[in-house]
């Protein structure tokens, strides 16, 4: 199993930087992927525990077919998304949020298995590793701009109201 794991301090309230996180509109733009909407639990606003998203798209030039359901829910402290079907034996994301010093602290820990035992563990440790760090820090740095800017009211203008 390999662990990613990521963090960044947002000068803005938890409840802001937790809806932004499970924006669909968000999460569709920062992974280009499209939510299947016939085929998930919801199709726009913001995702709830148990919700089940089919999503495609295209990642190293190969189709992406994966469902994620959410299998843990705690607002504003922490959600925990599992990923069913797609390329990976198993993979996992626990998004934690707290304050700390009137900033908001969010975490991001991702564990996945690759597919294939051998093979799979060096495509993981060489590009899926690398990768998803990216991925990670790319959604961080993107929530913070939003969070702390007047962005997130294009996201959330009707939950903050």
């Known amino acids: 199993m390999f662990v990613v794991k990521d963090s960044i301090h947002i000068n803005a309230p938890i409840e802001r ?5 499970t924006n669909l509109k968000f999460v569709t733009q920062l992974f280009n992927m499209r939510l299947v909407a016939k085929r998930s639990s919801r199709a726009s606003g913001t995702i709830l525990g148990g ?9 190293f ?8 359901v959410i299998t843990g829910f705690e607002r504003p402290a922490f959600f925990q998304n599992t990923v069913k079907g797609g390329r990976f034996q198993q993979l996992q994301i626990d998004h934690y949020l707290s304050e700390v010093d009137g900033y908001t602290l969010l975490i991001d820990k991702l564990r996945f298995s690759p597919p294939l ?3 799979g563990k060096i495509v993981a440790r060489r590009v899926v590793v690398p990768h998803l760090s990216g991925l990670l820090r790319k959604r961080l740095v993107l929530l913070k701009r939003l969070a702390e800017g007047e ?3 294009r996201y959330l203008s009707k939950e903050m109201e």
Request: net charge positive; glycine share 8%.
């Open 17 to 21: 930087c937790f809806l932004l996180s």
């Open 51 to 59: 919700d089940r998203l089919l999503w495609r798209g295209w990642k």
């Open 61 to 68: 030039g190969l189709p992406q077919t994966y469902e994620s």
């Open 117 to 119: 035992v051998w093979p």
């Open 151 to 153: 962005e997130w009211r």
